[in-house]
Structure formats: C-alpha cells, structure tokens
C-alpha cells in the first residue's frame, strides 16, 4: 500500500489546494493518533490517513476509499507531502503512470454506480466472477465477440493487467467492475445472462462466509440467468467440492452436471500449479431451467435531514445493533469540529456487509465513498442508521 513516513509534520490549515490536489478537511480520531485526510483529485475523493507513531508519522493510502488507478493515490501522498514540505524517511511512492494508463483503466473498468444506473446492452452478457490473471476471460471476449463479459474482480492489480490486455489486444466487449461478486449481482436485470463463470474460487476454509458460493448466491444467479443459461463452478478444493455440492443439492429443482478431471480451452495460472501437483479438478454446471420475475427495485439510501455531529456521536461510537438478518456496527468516531465529523461503520447483511463512512460535512449526512447499495438488508441497516442520527431510537 503506497505511504511515506516522516519524523516531523505540522499540518498546513485546510481545505488547501496543492497542484490537481485538495485537501478539504481532516477528522481526527479522539485518541488523536489516528487522523483522515478527505482528499481530492478531479472527480474523485479517498481518505488519506495520518497515523501518529511513537518516534514519527505514517501517512498512507485508505484501503476503503482507495480509487483506481492507484497512480492518483501515490500523487495525492506526493501532493501531501510537497505541501507540508516532508522530509520523508520512507516512501514508496514514487514513479508516474503514463497519461495512457488513464484513459485504458476508464474504457474497460467501471464503478458499480455505472452498473446500477447507466449499463445497457443489446448483447448477451457472461459473467466472469474472480477472473484474476484474466486468461479466460480474454479468451472468451475474444472467441465471442458477440457476447458482453463482465469481468468481476476485487483484487486491483489483476483489473490494471487485464485492461492493459484489452488495450494492447484490441479487445472491446469486456467491461470489469471492481466490486464483490455477491453484491454486484443483485444489480442485474432477470432472465439477462447467459453464462457465469466462477474459476478457482477462494476456499476460504477458516471463514467459510467469505466464500463467493452460498444459497442466496445461486438463487440469485439462477434469477438472472437465462432460461438454459448456466452457472459454470470449477474447483481444485476438495473442500469446496463438497460444500458446493450441499449448496446446489440443496435446492428445490436441479440440472446439475458434474464432471472431474475435464480439460477446458484455456488453463489459468492456478490451473495449471494443480494440475502439477495432480490435484483433481471438479466442474459443476448448473443449468437455470425457469424464467424468473423481474427484480422489484428498493429506494436509494440517503439521508434526508443535518444533525450536527456532536449531538449524535455519543450514541453511535462503537455500537452493534443486530437484527435477524442485518446488523449496523458502528466502529470509530472521527472529529472535524464541533458541528462535523466522520463515522466509520459496517453494515448490511451479515456474509456480505458493506464498509463504508458516513461523513457530516456542508450540512449533508453522506454515505462515502459512494451511496449504500439499495438491496434489502442494507435497507434495514439503513433505517436503524437513520433512526439513530434522528434520535428516534429507543
Ligand atoms: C484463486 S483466484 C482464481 C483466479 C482465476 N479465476 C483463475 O482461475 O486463475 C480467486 C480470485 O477471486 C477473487 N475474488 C475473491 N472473492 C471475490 C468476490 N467476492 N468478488 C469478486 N472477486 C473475488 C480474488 O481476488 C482472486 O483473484
């Protein structure tokens, strides 16, 4: 993660401008060891965060707001410290991504946002969930040029080297979101996709609800695939083996393939380490045999009213609320002054929640870094939060 440490800093007043950067505000933790930088860079803001040490400071990117490409991110470290004229005794920060990197990351990545509202397509759409080195799902673009992939992925290095793939090759029907496969779908419109892809996936055999395969997960790929389309899981896992095979027998109606050991067109890096090591490989292929209802759509989750902040940190610093199928963690406070501040926070459903910051700034009360997802556990998560900013809660 790109910083720069430094034994001495003084902040500089702010919001202040430096070059393309600007820094507007800073909300510090009330140990007053750990502070956020809200920091801007043309149409895009993330946190920097400031953490005070024993002997010197630690000034870094923050994972939750981190904005790709992460060229912009080392810059707005390298805008910071030019400002405050640091002497830096550690920095990773340096080297500058042509302006080329840019516009290659724009065309072929988009925020979920872009999915949520803008994204039409006359074309079938494949899903590609977790493409990593993104072999297959070059290799599918480009066999299928008729065919819209989505490449999902979570990992932003892998996004960077498939879009510079696409570049170089010329690719034009692959779009890639940097988003949480299990979120991303419910965002999808019924009976749209024709295949969903999901290679390798992480076992997760210590935290199992991590795993991108689950109950709700099938249900809702089996809602936006096609009739006869398919969801195509392919594992080295014994493991993963047997929990999908419990997640999939589990359902109502079934057409399920299994097939061990079958060679497919393309082979990806991890592929071709267990097929080495002579692992078995299992496939499972699951076919969507009904049309499904279209999705209802939930409201947007904003917040309507000001409350300044230091009426309502009080009750939220650190509280869990849990509810059957939802819960809302607040977790640390962050002062600005009397009137603003920041929340940091989780929320949602429990296997797949959302971290987020709720900011309190110009007399509006915003999720950050982008709106929460209108699905319906966030719904209710979103109501408690609000019953509790407006004091409505007992
Ligand atoms: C073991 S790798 C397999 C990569 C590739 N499919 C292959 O066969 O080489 C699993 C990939 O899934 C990604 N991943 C894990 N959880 C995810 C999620 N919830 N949504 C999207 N991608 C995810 C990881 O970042 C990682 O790149």
Not at 110 to 121: A, W
Not at 242 to 248: P, R, S, V
Not at 330 to 340: G, T
Request: aromatic letters at 12%.
């Amino acid at each position: 993660m790109p910083n720069i440490q430094t034994k001495t800093l003084s902040l500089h007043p702010l919001p202040a401008t430096f070059g393309e950067y600007r820094f507007e505000f800073v909300a510090e933790a009330p140990n007053g060891r750990e502070s956020l930088i809200f920091t801007r860079y043309k149409d895009k803001a993330f946190f920097l965060i400031l953490i005070k040490r024993k002997n010197d400071y630690l000034i870094k990117a923050d994972k939750l707001s981190r904005v790709a490409p992460i060229y912009i991110v080392k810059d707005g470290l390298k805008a910071f410290r030019d400002l405050h004229g640091l002497e830096t005794t550690f920095s990773n920060i340096e080297g500058k991504a042509p302006l080329e990197h840019i516009q290659k990351s724009d065309r072929y990545l988009k925020d979920i946002s872009y999915f949520i509202e803008e994204f039409q397509t006359d074309k079938e759409i494949w899903i590609e969930i977790g493409f990593g080195s993104g072999r297959h799902l070059l290799h599918q673009a480009k066999k299928h040029p008729d065919i819209q992939m989505i490449g999902l992925e979570i990992h932003a290095p892998s996004i960077e080297q498939v879009a510079k793939q696409c570049k170089i090759q010329g690719i034009e029907n692959i779009l890639m979101c940097k988003f949480d496969a299990r979120i991303f779908l419910e965002f999808l419109p019924s009976n749209s996709v024709g295949r969903i892809f999901v290679h390798f996936p992480v076992p997760w055999d210590k935290k199992p609800h991590r795993r991108v395969i689950s109950k709700s997960f099938v249900q809702e790929s089996l809602r936006l695939l096609k009739k006869g389309g398919t969801l195509e899981l392919r594992t080295d896992s014994e493991n993963y083996y047997l929990y999908a095979l419990e997640t999939f027998t589990a359902l109502n109606r079934l057409d399920l393939h299994l097939r061990k050991n079958q060679e497919i067109e393309v082979s990806s890096k991890y592929e071709d380490r267990w097929k080495r090591q002579e692992k078995n490989i299992y496939d499972f292929i699951l076919t969507n045999e009904e049309i499904s209802e279209p999705k209802p759509k939930c409201d947007r989750l904003v917040f309507e009213g000001w409350v300044p902040f230091g009426e309502v940190k009080a009750r939220l610093d650190r509280r869990l609320i849990r509810g059957e199928d939802y819960f809302v963690h607040f977790e640390q406070c962050y002062d600005i002054d009397e009137e603003r501040g920041v929340i940091k926070l989780s929320f949602g459903a429990y296997e797949r929640c959302e971290h987020k910051y709720l900011i309190f700034n110009n007399n509006k009360i915003q999720y950050f870094p982008y709106e929460s997802l209108p699905i319906a556990q966030n719904s209710k998560s979103h109501q408690k939060i609000k019953e509790l900013i407006y004091g409505k809660y007992d």
